[in-house]
């Protein structure tokens, strides 16, 4: 029997218990997990249901300082950690914990494309593949040993949500080999070569914001990353903040219309000017249309 602690806060944490939690050569001591305080975790997961009728501890680190969360871990002596799906940085402390070792997760093809948002930024810049990839957590973020690693073709109709599931369905497939592994003794490490390796900066505010100067092209990655259930891309309408939810690219090589001026308005989708050809917004939260001829 392989003693777990699990590190989570989101789907794709509830996705991964789904199957650790039900593999009876493993048991799941204890699950450290974070309150959504101010709904800040947009795709966030409870994960009570977890430690219901059970003998594992759930533990919120909203709730406890990190040395007694030190104590408690290396008291329950862990063979491993899983961290999935967990936005934080875990000390070395922690890490260095389990018996075996502490295994991470991060959904891109390492060592290209460490750091934050990896869905996101995967469909606004355009790519045509990622990874779904776990590996031996160290100190510096992403950058461990590589346990097991599956490409993921990213199609142009993908947006976040479609993705993110795509990526749901190969890591638990992932998690069913890695465990096979774990109980045969049988887990290899792969070094990541850091001479390919770049990090993802954090996302803001102003990264969700439409710029009518970018190509049609880049505007509609920009909304298909933003999909439900992250926040939405947005404009800046008469005073007002309206999020746009689904757009369509249209060719249009009119170089004499300036960026941002809306073109048509039909059935409530609105066709507007963008640097390069125009795109359609087919799910928006107008309140009030604009006209035909306003800049947005």
Same mark, same amino acid.
């Given at each position: 029997m392989k003693k777990i602690i699990f590190f989570g806060c989101v789907i794709s944490s509830k996705k991964a218990l789904d199957v650790i939690s039900t593999n009876e050569n493993l048991s799941i001591e204890a699950i450290i997990t974070k309150k959504n305080t101010n709904n800040k975790i947009s795709d966030y997961s409870c994960l009570e249901s977890y430690v219901k009728n059970s003998s594992t501890k759930l533990i919120y680190i909203n709730d406890i300082l990190e040395d007694d969360m030190v104590k408690i871990i290396r008291d329950l002596s862990p063979d491993y950690i899983f961290c999935i799906g967990w936005p934080f940085i875990i000390s070395?402390?922690?890490?260095?914990?389990?018996?075996?070792?502490?295994?991470?997760?991060?959904?891109?093809?390492l060592?290209?494309?460490?750091?934050?948002?990896?869905?996101?930024?995967?469909i606004a810049l355009g790519l045509d593949r990622t990874a779904s990839t776990f590996f031996k957590m160290k100190g510096t973020v992403d950058s461990g040993e590589i346990i097991n690693q599956k490409i993921i073709k990213i199609n142009e109709d993908d947006t976040s949500n479609s993705l993110y599931k795509k990526i749901i369905s190969i890591m638990q497939l992932q998690i069913d080999e890695i465990i096979d592994d774990i109980l045969n003794d049988s887990v290899e490490f792969t070094e990541q070569n850091d001479s390919l390796s770049n990090k993802w900066r954090k996302r803001n505010y102003e990264d969700g914001r439409i710029d009518f100067r970018m190509s049609s092209k880049s505007i509609c990655n920009l909304v298909k990353s933003l999909s439900r259930p992250y926040p939405g891309a947005h404009i800046n309408w008469d005073q007002?903040?309206?999020?746009?939810?689904?757009?369509?690219?249209?060719?249009?090589?009119?170089?004499?219309?300036?960026?941002?001026?809306?073109?048509? +308005?039909?059935?409530?989708? +609105?066709?507007?000017?963008?640097?390069?050809?125009?795109?359609?917004?087919?799910?928006?939260?107008?309140?009030?249309?604009?006209?035909?001829?306003?800049?947005?």
């Open positions: 070395e402390k922690i890490l260095s914990i389990p018996k075996e070792c502490s295994i991470g997760f991060h959904p891109t093809e060592p290209k494309n460490r750091g934050h948002h990896p869905i996101t930024w995967a007002n903040e309206v999020k746009v939810w689904k757009v369509r690219h249209i060719n249009n090589t009119n170089k004499n219309i300036e960026p941002g001026k809306v073109l048509d +308005i039909k059935n409530n989708i +609105i066709l507007v000017k963008c640097g390069e050809d125009a795109v359609e917004f087919i799910e928006h939260e107008f309140e009030i249309l604009p006209n035909v001829g306003d800049y947005l």
